[in-house]
Every structure is written in C-alpha cells, then in structure tokens.
DNA sequence: CAGGAAATTGGGAGCGCTCTCAAATCTCAA
DNA sequence: TTGAGATTTGAGAGCGCTCCCAATTTCCTG
C-alpha cells in the first residue's frame, strides 16, 4: 500500500501507464469502462500520485506561498493577520492549491527563505504582504518573475499586480464621519508612515479635513505601529492638544486609544468620539464598540488567491491591480447615536 | 538564468553533474580547488537546484505540515494560535524547512486536504493540533504513518509522539494559589470538556478543591470554548453563586469574564480574583493586569519541530512525548498584592 | 463491406536531481 | 620507481510522473 506506483496501478487494471495518468488528470478519452476499472483500483489500493514526481514532470507544483515579511511584526498581536491567513488558506484549499507559509523575522531568515520562495520547481506563485517602504524584498521578488500579488499597493506600482482596498476614500469617509457629528479637533493616530497604508489612511484624513476647510494640527497626529499598546501611548501623546475626536487607522489602535483616553478620565464618546479601521470582530467587543471602517479582510485574502490563481494561469501581464470597497460601520464610539437623540 | 540545471552548471564549471552534486551537498571528497570553482559559477548564474527534482530523487521534501483541525475554529479568534505558528515557522526556517499550513474548516476540507498530507512526496511529516476527542483526523493521520507529532495530548497516547504542557498540575497550581490567598468559592471557566485540555484543566482545579477539603458545586463550574465572547456569557452563569474567585483555563476567556464581573458591578481583584492561563501578551493589557499560567507557546512550536523531525530522522519508534513547564505569574487580578499589604 | 476519420491506447523520451559503483588519479612507503 | 590504498571524479540507472506521437481499435458513411 505504501510505495505503489503509477506503473503498478496500470499493471492491477490491465492498461498502460498512460491511460491510468489519463484517467487521474481527468483526460477525456478514455473509454468509460476502463476508466471505472482503473478507479476502482486505485480506490481500493489508496493510491496517490507522487506529487513530487508530477511537480518534475508538468512544472507545476500547485504550491503557492505566503510571504510576510519582518516589517510585519505584528503577525501574532494584531488579528488582522489570522483572518487574512484564514481567508487565504481557505481560498488556497478550494481551489486545490497548498499553502506554504514564509514569517521573515530576520535578515538572515530573509536569505533562507529567498532562495527556497523565487526557485522554480517549488512554488507556482507567491503572495506577498507589502510592508515598509524601503523593504527590498518585493523588489526582489519581482524580479525574479515570479507569479506574484502583492497585498497592499506597494511603493512602486508599475508593472506589479497587488490587490488593495481604497484606504484615501475610506480613511475619508471615516474622518468625514466624526465631522458630520461636529467634531472639529480631530486627532489621527496613524499607521506607520513609511508604510503605504499609513500613508494613504493619513492622507484621507488630510482630505477630509481639507473638505471642510480646517487646517491640520501636527499636534493631533501621532504616528503609532498598529499596535494596541502604539495607540495607548499615541494617545497619551495626543491628550495634551485636546482632540474631541480621534480616528486610529486600525481597531486595536482604537481599542489602545480608547483606553488611554479612560485612563485619563475622558468619557466616550461624549468627551470624545473613536473610529477605528478594519472592523474585526474586537471591535463590538472593546468596551465601547466601536465606529469603524470594514474592510472584507477574509475575502481580500480569497481574492488574492484568485488573482495570484489568474496570473499563474493566463502570464504575468498585464498586471492585476484589484481594488476593493469598504464601509463605514456606525457604533456607539463615534456618538452618532447621542446626536441622533439630542 | 531561468532554467539552468545541474548539467549546465558542471558543463560550464568543466565537471560532471555528480561533482556539482556533490559541492551542492556538502559531500567530501571534492578537491578544494574544484569546489571553489563550481560555487563560482552557481554563485555568478544565480542556479537554484529544483526541488521537485531533489525531492524525487531523494525522498525527501524538506516541507513539515501544520494540520489545524476544524475544531480549532479559534485560530482567528485566540491569540494562542498565531503566537504557536509563529513558533513553528521560526524553528522551521532555522532548520531548513519549508512550513505548508492546512487549516480545516469542514468536512470536505478534510477530504481534500487529507490526501496532499498523507501521500508520500509531499510531506516529511505532520504536526497537527489536537482537537476534539472524538474527531477521525488524528486517527486517520495515525494510520497513514507518515511521521508525526501531536501538539496537545491526544485522547489515545498509545504509539504516538505528542506535546504537551502539564495542564493538570498546571491548573492546580492556579486554583491552589488562589485558595492561599484565602478565597474559597472558586468558579471554574474550563474549555470544552471534549477536549482534553479542557479535561485536564477541569481535573486540576478539583485536585486542588480536594487538597484543601472542598466539595466541587457545579453551579461554580461553566464550560466555554476559549474565546472572549465565551469567557463572558460563562461568567454571567456564574455569578448566581456568588463565586469570589474564578480560574478560567485561556486569558482570553479570563479577559471575558472580568468584563462580565465589572458589567455586573463586582471589583477586581477586590470582590472577584482571577486567574487565566496562557500569559499571552494581552494578558498584561487586561483592565487589570492577570495573574496567569505562563505556557511557553513559542517554544512549545519550537520544540514541536525539533521533535518531528526527530520522527523524521530516526524513524516513528519509540514514541516520543514531551511534556513541558508551566509557571504561575502573578498579577494584579488575583488580588495577591492586596493581600500582601493587608 | 470497404475505407477513412475519430476515438482510444501504449511506448518512449524526458523533467532535474541523487546515489551507487567503477574508473581515474593521487599519495606515499618500500 | 612501483604498487597498494586512499581520494576524487564520471557514467549510468533510476525516482514516478506527464505528454507527444504513433499504433491500434472503433465508428460511420456511402
């Protein structure tokens, strides 16, 4: 039962090689009589094909990669990650592709890993979650030319297919949000900011300022690392300037922020409102729940899979650039309720 | 670039494909000098062996598969699961491993994800999470004998290799510092009890009952599954009787149930102490800091990987089971301080 | 019932590597 | 200088599969 092999299945069914091959990769012709007699072996034996040899012979190994790399530390604090995962192994096993995993945590794992994700012959294609700005890795993934999606637009865009939401708009909206409810000293924790999701969420909240005429006050943004305890102190930072509102570019930011603002004796949302960005299930659990920005953090990993599928499929160009939508969820944290009521 | 194989390497060095082979193995028995000229030019052509190839040939992939259970619905929801993965992909890369993840959501997951894990080819070896007792998919993997190590006792430790920490004394050291501190209604949030971490959790919090001549009242007793949402509605069954202490077997769960013990009006530690178990990070960021059981979860993945390939590399036989330290780490919401000063 | 097209089947040549074994080369003592 | 033994190298035979191509069988149509 253990080592059988192709030829071995042939000889039991009484074929060749061939059509038993035929029949394992769902060939037409092949007559119905002996394709039936060949499962039928093959059921009763327990055989599976070798993947190896089959990776050797047809150059595909149906093995995609998941790279996230060092700037990414917070793989195991914030929940974005697991349900991004989740999403994208769940994708990866309906479409019978494997996942493989890469955490770089180092330099060194880096140079490990380089090797065994651009080489060909182990992997189809490779998800990359884009990370700081300066980071060479992606670089170097794409010139190795391998399929490759990046998740989050990266710096440079040319030629590369990633998949993003429309952090500017939603970030915005978001802002827009606390506006509409007469906040007016909007603070921002943002996310990194030679990330380019930091970036892009720190420039909707410039915009949405803007739209209403109201100057930014350096004083009421605190760069944090989408970290729970990042927004605790982001937000100690924030205090002194008075903000009656805050948006955090994530929810654990928001949860830390929240908390930092309690600690301080503040009352939420009436001394001051939160939003918060990405919409996972913390956020109806945080003390206050919280007004924030969904983003379809399972499905974005399912479409990446499914674009990652595509550019394995049909070439590399032209380059998928796949933008995905958001919504505003309202909670008690902005006040939106309070208001509606006065 | 792209193609490149042994034999053009050992062309191109002015060897045979077995030399290049050789350097490429680490193999004695290569002239220095030659040795130096064949990484010349591997080095200068940027070749990668294929590992398709290598696998076929040698029988060995150099992949180690990580199998989450459906039961293990948590893997978004409990920060426990990242942080082990994270573990486990560290040790991997350390060890020149390539880490497939296979997370199990339904059935057909299951049958489709069985065979990419039992076949031979694929796979060096299988660390999977034990989940529920009484599901197959341990079973199943057992049979297959393909090498393997259990992460979490199994229900039947028979001829298996497993991991695990000392759950049992672990918990009894929980309740049993509480019982110091002189609490004596001690409620017990347990994970589900067909697990048997959550058996064995339950068995050291009536052990340690027992120690100090105290009947067990079920109504101090609710089981909950390890996530938050869980942790809270248990402690609302709780609170009818009056508990002045509660253990619940995941910081999660614990975090949980302060909330519900604080919505219910009751002051932590003052009029409920706690005690969780795990002593993730979010055990620290808790309201009140949590006294907890310390598992050392990272090293615990570490440890996984080192032992399967342990498996891999000296064969299924003996069984090897490790059994790992716990400590208790004392914080605010066991009250301990208080007392100390009282 | 012939004859050609279509459907079905088998054989062979790889895919790119490892590993055994024998040949070639080198070393050094007598 | 020679030859036994050690070291280094190369050739060859797979590993188990896919896929092309040619051979065989089946199916129609006139």
Not at 104 to 112: G, R
Not at 125 to 149: A, H, K, T
Not at 176 to 202: A, K, Q, W
Request: aromatic share 6%; proline share 5%; charged share 25%.
């Amino acid at each position: 039962m253990l080592n059988l092999t192709l030829e071995d299945i042939a000889r039991m069914a009484g074929v060749s090689r061939s059509t038993v091959s035929r029949v394992l990769n769902e060939h037409p012709n092949v007559r119905q009589e002996v394709r039936e007699r060949v499962w039928e072996v093959i059921r009763r034996t327990g055989y599976h094909p070798n993947a190896a040899a089959r990776t050797l012979a047809s150059q595909r190994s149906w093995v995609i990669g998941l790279v996230l790399p060092r700037s990414v530390s917070s793989f195991f604090t914030d929940p974005y990650f697991p349900h991004l995962t989740q999403g994208i192994a769940q994708a990866c096993n309906q479409h019978n592709y494997t996942l493989s995993l890469f955490l770089v945590a180092t330099k060194e794992d880096e140079e490990k890993i380089f090797p065994r994700v651009s080489r060909k012959g182990s992997l189809d294609g490779i998800l990359v979650q884009s990370g700081e700005i300066g980071d060479q890795l992606i670089d170097r993934l794409v010139e190795s030319s391998v399929p490759l999606v990046i998740i989050g637009r990266p710096f440079h865009t040319e030629g590369v297919s990633y998949i993003d939401v429309d952090n500017v708009s939603a970030a915005e909206t978001a802002v827009r949000h606390l506006l509409e409810l007469g906040r007016r000293r909007i603070g921002l924790i943002s996310g990194p900011f030679n990330t380019t999701v930091g970036r892009d969420r720190y420039d909707g909240y410039l915009h949405a300022l803007a739209s209403y005429g109201i100057d930014v006050d350096r004083a009421l943004v605190a760069e944090a690392d989408f970290t729970e305890v990042g927004g605790y102190t982001a937000m100690q930072r924030l205090l002194p300037a008075k903000p009656d509102a805050v948006f955090a570019a994530s929810d654990l930011m928001a949860i830390g922020a929240m908390r930092a603002a309690r600690d301080a004796g503040l009352r939420v949302p009436e001394d001051i409102a939160f939003v918060g960005f990405d919409d996972l299930p913390i956020a109806t659990m945080a003390s206050c729940p919280l007004t924030t920005i969904r983003q379809p953090v399972a499905e974005f990993g399912v479409k990446a899979v499914e674009t990652l599928i595509d550019v394995i499929e049909n070439g590399l160009e032209p380059p998928r650039q796949v933008i995905m939508g958001t919504e505003l969820v309202v909670r008690a944290s902005s006040g939106a309720e309070q208001r509606g009521i006065a």
